[in-house]
């Protein structure tokens, strides 16, 4: 049981340049979220899914997209990089979004936009 | 809408000395509340929450919170801290409601425990 897994760990971009980041959970979790972590500001949510086929936006949705084709993958699209865009990227789940449930993080990815 | 205020970014304290972090909130609805530690390089876990009852809240490692509704706050403690503490806490608030779980974050608190 692997939890939250995030792929890859770190890349290095050019601006312009677009990547798609990969969030997998084996929880069988409805909930899955994309956060990005920046000095000083805490996680912000980018974007998040209710379930398979959904998807919606969270406080920061410029500049990204999103996809979930299978329950278990949430996938983090940035089509043309900028360097605003360099942050840390967690991903987590939760198995229903009521009363209070506990979110599983991922370990992060670690994105440089030059 | 909903914020959080973390009012100390680092705290330095000495091993097996009590520490306590401060997080206040702010919502025009009920919330529920939430401690998240992030240990170097790692992804972040939950310490505690609070959902309803008892003000007092009992977490891992001997964590503890307070929940203080006429002040809004949430404040983290623990009597005794240890080497392996040294990390990064955040506090969280998510609004009563049905639907996803959307967390607001403070800015976190950088613990750092010196021997």
Redesign the interface.
Known sequence: NAG?TQTPKFRVLKTGQSMTLLCAQDMNHE?M?WYRQDP??????IH?S?GEGTT?K??VPDGYNVSRLKKQNFLLGLESAAPSQTSVY?C?S?AW???????Y????TRLTVL | AQS?T?LD?QVPVFEEAPVELRCNYSSSVSV?L?W?VQYP??????LL?Y?SGSTLVKGINGFEAEFNKSQTSFHLRKPSVHISDTAEY?CAV?PLR??????V????TRLTINP
């Open positions: 939250v909930y979220y000083g500001m805490g996680l912000r949510l998040y209710v919606a969270g406080e967690f987590a939760t979004a009521e009363v209070g449930d506990t979110q993080f991922g370990p992060g | 959080v973390q970014s529920y939430f998240y390089n790692q992804g972040l876990q939950l929450k959902l955040f998510s049905q639907g996803a779980q959307k967390l974050f403070g800015q976190g």
